[in-house]
Structures are given as structure tokens and as C-alpha cells.
């Protein structure tokens, strides 16, 4: 054998530490790296991407978990998560770009149409199933254009936003360059965002008189949310929604992986360090300041600034001194609820999808579109209320060999409808619910499924706690109720930094689940920390 | 100019506020100061998939002159007390330590599923090989009592009803009889739509093994479940079906194929054989389901191996973590291979570049990598993963390693 370094695996100490390569830990990596920052990313698996990652079953390569990318965008209109990753990281990702907003397939009301995006042809669409509607629903659609508008104006640095005004009014003064002006431009800008921030959607829906059944075509997306419209906060809701029409929806070409793998390896390349197989299992503190953190396997690291791709359940509960953690910070733990987990069947067929006969790349298929029923059947250990499942050959052709199809039929999950399945009934349990959930997809679109399967793969929420380490196999972080939603997390941001030095970010952070909230939670987390080192970004 | 949309009220509209400013304040203060206990679907989760479990052996058997089994129960020593569940058909990877060397081997698992469940012990049946330098080992030291490192059950050639037809054909070769006895067993108690028919290629009468347990799982299955050994050197008293398995012999003993899943376990050129004789059926890819065999015996009869180099011995910088070292590399063993013969402990499990335990990053250098067995995603072979099982050196390298996975 050659000579042997005894050095050491770690530095004695890093700028900062990177706790789990997700979404959001990659985001937080990559964009500390790009800042001139040298962070250390710990990561318990051995690949990066947590959820964003695929596996390969025979000839067929399955993404874990994307359905599709919000906030990317055209390249002529890029949206954040592009202007992250291909002009701030210089990454090269292969986008290809989704047809169809969704196909909906409502079996018990006879409605089963392809919903376009764009918010014109959206209105039209709607307009056609349910004449007499658009003026309605143009309504609604302004609203929620204003809304998404207003983030993007929040979102712009430095103003002094709804948040502080309605919670401390001296302090919007003191931090208004012109408090007349400002002010005045809050409620020009910010009047409508004011006025629904603080509902529900189901709210605003019944304010605006939405008729019932142009409400069920622009509902489906409650299932990327977890919770019911009636529970859902508003301006999260009509930010998603605008975002998807205006900017279409995307995927990388080669699975979500591409783009996990793209921005580890860009880490490295500008000097981060990355390191698999190597869960954190302490964050050390002092006195209310991070100082550290110690891996599974005995490594003690330095570093002034965590940022933690995992939830506060995990870091407050599990990884932290119990006498360093405050008591605020468990109580709001305590006081949130850990939103769904999903439950996926991945299947191969030997046939392609023209033989086939599925036609479109996101179906929504459900009896009727009651987002309270569906969100009550999520807690149930069985085949749910809705599906949405996908064909990645309507997006990316030769995604599998041809003559094959790659299709994934996904329900949400509570974490609690898998408490009390034994180990020996496992396979069964969930083979069961797969099976419905195939002959679902088969009744509502006339597509033989079954007897196609070349490959088939079944995820629980056991599966995706097993390979992420996520607390409960949760994949939708916290339920964003009102008092939960993006809006109010912003607003108590400055009361909720626990913990100096330590930041979140990935999909139980401030900006919530979903790729592009995580990934860019990450970021977020990082211009954060590069603040507080001091690092102009 | 944009409409001013009002909810439920000017005024309303902004009392409600409150919902955002006051609300969550208050919730957080009613809320409970107590640590939430460990949340069970992880735990759960490190039932059914543990990384890894502490077995001893607590019997062992000769099924041939050349065939050992070994029954592992969970090491009480170490606190364990359950063996994780698994699929008929699955295998353990097995840690080794030789002469200070630690390597991994995967055993298909033969007993049943309700052994491990009920009973609590899994058995492996290991065939000894002329000159083999693990199985030697085993032979030597393996005894009741020996304390063995297995990770949790893996693999994927089992049945599986949302995808295979309940009509199955079992193809085994040399030690590929071993997940069938446990899929029979299997197949027996809990699958009673379900029927195998097991051919069994030995050379003689002295490698069959199971043959007893066959027959009684033919009786009690109803005969939804039935063995042949097929001889290829017969001797002189053998009564049963000789030759190889060929297509008419598949035909002859199993029936006609039309409908039927086969499942097919053995050494490497069986599986050449095999795709020969089954290309006569016209079968649907999904009708054949094929156990990987673990590590190539000769990357050199690739086509496209570049056999100039089979001579040659590279030099590979490791990165794990800050540390770099370099190790030497046969450009016909598979990179895995170096990594343990130097002593770093890489991490594995199927050793045939299907299950990504093993994925390490390529920095620099040229790998082969074998085509029966590249299992890498379409974004790793862009960003450089690779599967050091199933990969050679084609040239000096620099790779970045992952360490073992630690159990804790």
C-alpha cells in the first residue's frame, strides 16, 4: 500500500455546517459556496438529494418524489429557483418543461378535462366547462395576481412590510425611510394582500362567490399543500397557483438527482466539503450559540453557524443539549403539527404510452372535489380520495427505454395511519393499497395498467423515513394553517432565532415544503448566516 | 388600476390580522413544554430496514460434502433480540474480518420468512469453493457461537403478485438454489393462489441439497410447489432428468411457458446459457426476473473490455474526507475489491451495482464498468457516481470515498 496521511477526515473547524443534503441543505450549501463561504455538508445517506434523488429498477430509473418545479420558468422569464441555480450557481440543468398544468378526473361528476396553464386559457378552460363563470373566476384570478405581485414587492429587500406594520406600528415608522410614502405604497401595493392575508382559502372562495363547480377545476392543487382549503391560508395558496399558470411547471431531464447532483457537485468545486454516510447527531450550543456539532460516528467539528436541513422536531427534540434548548422553541414545536407523508407506487410498463393510452403528464383523479373529505381520508390506512399520478414520458420522452412507460401514482399519507401496522403485515399493507389505487387510475382513465408492470416499487412513509431520516417520514413539513402560513412565519421571524448560529431550511422551514420553497429556504438560511459572519452577498 | 377586493369587510378584513399576529403567539404559549417522544414511523422504519444486525450463529448443518448451512439468531450479547422481516428471496450482505481485512458478501436468505418472524433465526447455505479464500475462512472458523455483522434483508428477486403471474418457474444453477428454498417455503404458507415449479441444475447426485424439504413441501403445498434436479454428469444410479436447462427440457418439466414467471438464480455463464434457451419462448421482459450474482468472475470477456490492460495495476488517490491515501489497483478486480484489500472498509452490499451502497464519486481517471451490471442513475454517470462493485480501473484514478456506515 502506498503512503498514509494520517490527516484527519474534518478541518478543526468550518464556517459553516450544512446538517442533511437536501433541497434545502444543498440550496444552503451551494449558495454559501458561491458567497465565498467554505461549509461542510453532512449528509446521513450515501447520495445527495434527500427526497430530490431516483432509483433504478431494472431498465427503469424512478424519481422519488417530484410531481414538478414551481418558480423555474421559461430561460426568457426565469423564475427564483433559475436564477438561483443557473445565474448565481452557473448550473447547467437540462429543464424540460411540463404541457399541461393537470388533467382532472372528477369520476362522480362527470368531469374530466385537461387544464392548461396560463391564466388566460385557464379562465377559458374553466369558462368551457362551466359557462357563466368567468367573470368569477377573473375576479379571483386578479386577487390572486395581486397577491403573487405582492410577495415578489415584499420579497424585494429592505421595506418596511404588512408583517411589522400590523404588528408594531412605531417600528414600521422607524424603519420607514418616508413613513408617509411607505405607508401609502403598503396599501396601494399591499391593500388587497392585507385584506385576505388573514384567511382561509375556502374563505376567500365563498367571498368571491366562486360557482361550485369552476371552485372543483382550480382546487386540485390543495394536495401539493396538505391541509383542506378551509384550513389553508391564503396568500400560500394564490402564490402557488399564479406561479404554476404564469411560469408553467418543470423537471429536469435526468430526475430530480440531475439537479441534486449538479449543486453537490458545484459545493465541491468552489470548496465545500461534503460528506456522506455521516448523520449529525449532536448540534452542540453554549449559551445560546451554536458551537458546533458531533457526528454519529465520534467526530467533533467546530463552527460558529449551523444550518439545519431538518425539522425543529429533530434538532430541539433529539440533537440539542435538553438544557440549551429554550423553552419557546419546544413549545412551538409542540404547537405545530407534522403535515402529511406520501405514499407512491412506481411502476415500469412494457408498453409505451401511445399504446397505452395515457395521454397527459399530471392526472388528479378523485370521486368528487371536497378538499375536506379528501384531507380526512388522508388519515386513514387505505387507498385515500384523490391521486395524482404521473407519466414522465409526456415530459421526457425517452425517460425509459421505448416501448416503456415510467407512470407513479401518489396519495398523501398521515404518519399516524402507518402507526400501528406490524412489521409482518408491511408488504401486505401496502400492496393492498397499491393495488386500489392502480384499479382507481384504471376505472377513471380506461388505461390497462396491471397487466403491463414490468417493475413495480412501493414508498411508504416508512420508506421515506428510512432513506431521509425525516422526523415521522413527513415530506410536507409543518400544516400551513393561518396562524402557520409563510405570511405569519415571516412576521415572528425575529422572535422565533431560537438559537444564535443556527438557521433552517429545507421543507420544515419558514418558507415551507416543495422543491422550490426548500431549495430556496436554503438559500435563505445561507444569506442569513453570511449576514451574521459578516459576508457581504 | 387594480380592483380593491374586500373579504369580509374593511374593517373585518383588518381586525382579522389578528389571526396572523396574535394567534400564533398565543398557541405557542398554550402549547406544551415537554419533548415529543422519538417519532414511530422512524422507528419503525429501523425494524423493518435496520442498517444493521448483530446475528450468531446458533447451529449449523452440512446439506453436501461441500455445502454448510448456518442458522443466525439474533446475538443476545449484543441486545439484540428480533430478526428483521423479510421478502423469500432476499439476502443478507455479511461483514467479514479476514486477517484484518473486512469485506462484505451477500448470502441469499433460505429459510422462510416465518422463521424469521416466529422462530427468530435466518439461515444461509454457503457452498464451498476449491481455493476460495472466504469460503476457507468460513469453513475454518464459522462455527455455534461465531458472532456475524449482517445488514438488513435486501435485494428484489422476489414474488411479487402486483407484477408476477401467480405461475412460476424457478431456474436455479449451483448455489442459486438457495433463495428457493425459502420462496417455496414461502410459497406454501402464504401464497395459496400461487404455484413454483424449481429446476435444479447439479452435476451429480452428491451437490443436490434441499431435496428432502422439496418433497415434503410438494406434499404439503398440494403440489402447488415442486422440485427436479437436472444432472449434467449424471452417474450411474441417477433416475432423475439429465442434461442442462434447456428450453425443451423447461417445457417438458414445467409445462408450456405461456403465462409463466420465471425466476432465475445461479452463476454468471448460466445466465448466458439461460438467455439462449428462454429467447425461444418470446417471453415479456417482466415475465423474467433474474437474481444478480454478485461480483463478475472475469470482466475480460466483455467485448468492449479494453483487454490490453487486464495486466496492469493502477494507482488510485482515495479522498475520504481530509484524508488522502493511495492503494493500488488490479485492472481486473473490480475497484471494490482494492478498496478492501487496503484495509478502508468501503461500504457494500450487493456487490453487483444494483443497490448504490457502495456509490463512490469519480474525480478523475477511467472505469469499465461491467454492462450485465451498471445500475447507476442517468445523472450519476453525468456527475460522476459510480459503483465500485461493478467498475475497473482503466487507468490511474481519484476517487472521493464514503466511509462505512455506521450503525449507531
Not at chain 1, 415 to 437: F, M, Q, R, S
Not at chain 2, 276 to 292: C, G, T, W
Request: hydrophobic letters at 40%.
Amino acid at each position: 500500500m502506498g503512503e498514509r496521511k494520517e490527516e484527519p477526515r474534518f478541518d478543526a473547524s468550518y464556517d459553516a455546517v450544512v446538517v442533511g443534503a437536501g433541497n434545502g441543505g444543498l440550496g444552503a450549501g451551494l449558495a454559501l459556496a458561491v458567497n465565498g463561504a467554505r461549509p461542510l455538508v453532512l449528509e446521513q445517506h450515501n447520495i445527495p438529494g434527500g427526497f430530490a434523488t431516483s432509483f433504478v429498477r431494472g431498465r427503469f430509473e424512478f424519481d422519488v418524489s417530484l410531481h414538478e418545479l414551481s418558480d423555474v420558468g421559461p430561460d426568457d422569464r426565469k423564475g427564483g429557483v433559475r436564477k438561483f441555480l443557473d445565474d448565481e450557481a452557473g448550473l447547467r440543468i437540462d429543464w424540460m418543461r411540463v404541457p399541461e398544468a393537470y388533467r382532472l378526473i372528477l369520476t362522480g361528476q362527470d368531469m374530466n378535462v385537461r387544464v392548461p396553464f396560463g391564466v388566460r386559457e385557464f379562465i377559458d378552460c374553466i369558462e368551457a366547462e362551466v359557462p357563466g363563470s368567468r367573470e368569477a373566476v377573473t375576479r379571483y384570478m386578479n386577487l390572486c395576481q395581486d397577491i403573487y405581485d405582492t410577495f415578489g414587492y415584499l420579497g424585494r429587500g429592505g421595506k418596511p412590510g404588512p408583517a411589522r406594520m400590523a404588528r408594531d406600528f412605531a417600528g414600521f415608522l422607524k424603519n420607514a425611510s418616508n413613513p408617509i410614502k411607505d405607508a401609502r405604497d403598503l396599501f396601494v401595493h399591499a391593500g388587497n394582500f392585507l385584506r385576505s392575508a388573514p384567511y382561509t382559502v375556502a374563505e376567500v372562495h365563498d367571498a368571491l362567490g366562486l360557482p361550485g363547480r369552476a371552485e372543483k377545476i382550480i382546487s386540485p392543487y390543495w394536495c401539493y399543500m396538505g391541509i383542506p382549503m378551509d384550513r389553508l391560508g391564503f396568500p400560500i395558496w394564490a402564490g402557488m397557483l399564479v406561479s404554476y399558470l404564469t411560469q408553467g411547471a418543470y423537471v429536469p431531464r435526468c430526475r430530480s438527482q440531475e439537479m441534486t447532483m449538479a449543486m453537490e457537485s458545484r459545493i465541491r468545486e468552489l470548496g465545500g466539503q461534503i460528506e456522506y454516510n455521516t448523520r449529525v447527531a449532536r448540534i452542540l450550543t453554549k449559551k445560546g450559540r451554536v458551537t458546533g456539532v458531533v457526528t454519529a460516528d465520534g467526530h467533533t467539528i467546530r463552527t460558529d453557524h449551523v444550518i439545519a436541513n431538518a425539522s425543529p422536531n429533530l434538532v430541539f427534540g433529539s440533537m440539542m443539549d435538553p438544557a440549551e434548548v429554550p423553552t419557546q422553541a419546544m413549545k412551538l414545536v409542540n404547537a405545530r403539527r407534522v403535515a402529511a407523508s406520501g405514499f407512491v407506487v412506481y411502476m415500469g410498463l412494457d408498453a409505451g404510452p401511445d399504446e397505452l393510452g395515457i395521454t397527459d403528464y399530471g392526472y388528479f383523479i378523485a370521486e368528487d372535489m371536497n378538499t375536506r373529505e379528501q384531507y380526512d381520508a388522508v388519515g386513514a390506512l387505505g387507498p385515500t380520495k384523490m391521486q395524482a399520478a404521473t407519466c414522465l414520458n409526456r415530459v421526457v420522452p425517452d425517460c425509459s427505454p421505448p416501448g416503456t412507460t415510467i407512470l407513479c401514482i401518489t396519495i398523501l399519507h398521515m404518519p399516524e395511519a402507518w402507526y400501528t401496522v406490524k412489521p409482518a403485515d408491511y408488504v401486505k399493507t401496502k400492496n393492498d393499497i397499491a393495488a386500489a389505487l392502480i384499479k382507481q387510475f384504471e376505472e377513471a382513465t380506461g388505461v390497462a395498467v396491471r397487466e403491463r408492470i414490468e417493475e413495480i416499487e412501493v414508498a411508504t412513509p416508512v420508506t421515506f423515513a428510512r432513506y431521509t431520516g425525516a422526523f415521522d417520514g413527513g415530506i410536507y413539513g409543518y400544516e400551513p394553517d393561518v396562524w402557520d402560513s409563510v405570511p405569519a412565519r415571516i412576521m415572528h421571524l425575529q422572535n422565533e432565532r431560537f438559537v444564535k448560529g443556527l438557521e433552517f431550511a429545507g421543507g420544515f422551514a419558514l418558507m415551507g415544503h416543495g422543491y422550490s420553497p426548500s431549495l430556496l429556504s436554503g438559500r435563505a438560511a445561507a444569506l442569513a448566516t453570511l449576514a451574521q459572519m459578516g459576508v457581504k452577498s | 388600476m387594480k380592483e380593491k377586493i374586500t373579504i369580509k369587510g374593511e374593517l373585518r378584513d383588518l381586525f382579522e390580522l389578528r389571526r396572523l399576529t396574535h394567534e400564533r403567539p398565543q398557541r405557542i404559549r398554550a402549547a406544551s413544554s415537554r419533548p415529543q417522544g422519538p417519532p414511530p414511523i422512524n422507528a419503525l422504519a429501523r425494524r423493518i430496514h435496520p442498517a444493521a444486525q448483530q446475528l450468531e450463529i446458533v447451529a449449523v448443518r452440512d446439506e453436501t460434502r461441500a455445502a454448510r448451512t448456518f442458522r443466525l439468531a439474533p446475538d443476545a450479547d449484543a441486545g439484540a433480540t428480533r430478526c428483521a422481516v423479510f421478502r423469500a428471496g432476499q439476502y443478507l450482505s455479511l461483514k467479514v474480518d479476514i486477517n484484518g481485512v473486512r469485506i462484505t458478501r451477500p448470502y441469499s436468505i433460505c429459510s422462510s420468512p416465518d422463521d424469521a418472524l416466529n422462530g427468530r433465526f435466518y439461515e444461509i447455505t454457503i457452498r464451498r469453493k476449491e481455493g476460495g479464500f472466504l469460503t476457507e475462512h468460513i469453513w475454518n472458523s464459522w462455527g455455534e457461537g461465531t458472532k456475524i455483522e449482517a445488514s438488513g434483508p435486501c435485494g428484489f428477486f422476489y414474488y411479487e403478485p402486483l407484477r408476477d403471474s401467480a405461475d412460476l418457474v424457478g431456474l436455479a444453477g449451483g448455489s442459486g438454489i438457495t433463495p428457493f428454498r425459502s420462496l417455496m417455503k414461502d410459497i406454501t404458507a402464504n401464497h395459496p393462489d400461487a404455484r413454483m415449479t424449481l429446476l435444479c441444475g447439479v452435476r451429480n447426485a452428491q451437490e443436490k441439497m434441499f431435496a428432502r424439504e422439496f418433497r415434503d413441501l410438494s406434499r404439503e403445498s398440494g403440489g402447488r410447489v415442486k422440485a427436479y434436479f437436472v444432472a449434467s454428469e449424471p452417474d450411474g444410479d441417477w433416475d432423475g432428468p439429465t442434461g442442462f436447462l434447456t428450453a425443451d427440457l423447461i417445457t417438458s418439466l414445467a409445462g408450456p411457458p405461456e403465462g409463466k414467471t420465471f425466476f432465475i438464480c445461479g452463476p454468471q455463464p448460466m445466465y448466458n446459457f439461460l438467455d439462449k434457451e428462454l429467447a425461444a419462448f418470446n417471453l415479456p421482459r417482466r415475465r423474467v426476473r433474474r437474481e444478480v450474482f454478485g461480483e463478475l468472475t472475469d470482466v475480460t470477456v466483455f467485448e468492449d473490455y479494453p483487454r490490453e490492460l487486464a495486466g496492469e495495476t493502477f494507482e488510485i488517490i482515495v479522498h475520504a474526507g481530509r484524508r488522502v491515501l493511495t492503494v493500488p489497483a488490479k485492472a481486473t478486480e473490480s475497484i471494490l475489491v482494492s478498496l478492501e484489500r487496503a484495509g478502508l472498509n468501503p461500504p457494500s452490499q450487493c456487490r453487483s451495482g444494483e443497490c448504490g451502497f457502495c456509490n463512490t464519486i469519480l474525480l478523475n481517471g477511467g472505469i469499465f464498468v461491467s454492462p450485465e451490471n451498471d445500475g447507476r442513475r442517468k445523472a450519476g454517470i453525468k456527475y460522476g457516481y459510480f459503483h465500485p462493485c461493478s467498475s475497473y480501473p482503466v487507468s490511474d484514478l481519484e476517487i472521493k470515498l464514503n466511509p462505512a456506515v455506521h450503525a449507531g
